[in-house]
């Protein structure tokens, strides 16, 4: 598992949107039923 320093895109609030919206394409199809 690899983490990452997400500050910078937090704080930027059309960044972050735009980053869970290519999450949400990506992944919508998989079954997906948690994230930790």
């Keep these: 598992i690899m983490f990452q320093d997400?500050?910078?895109l937090l704080l930027e609030p059309k960044a972050f949107?735009?980053?869970v919206d290519?999450?949400?394409q990506r992944?919508?199809?998989k079954n997906i039923?948690?994230?930790a």
Excluded: E, G, M, W
């Design 6 to 8: 997400i500050t910078t």
């Design 33 to 35: 039923s948690v994230v």
């Design 22 to 24: 290519l999450f949400v």
């Design 27 to 29: 992944y919508k199809d």
């Design 17 to 19: 949107r735009d980053t």
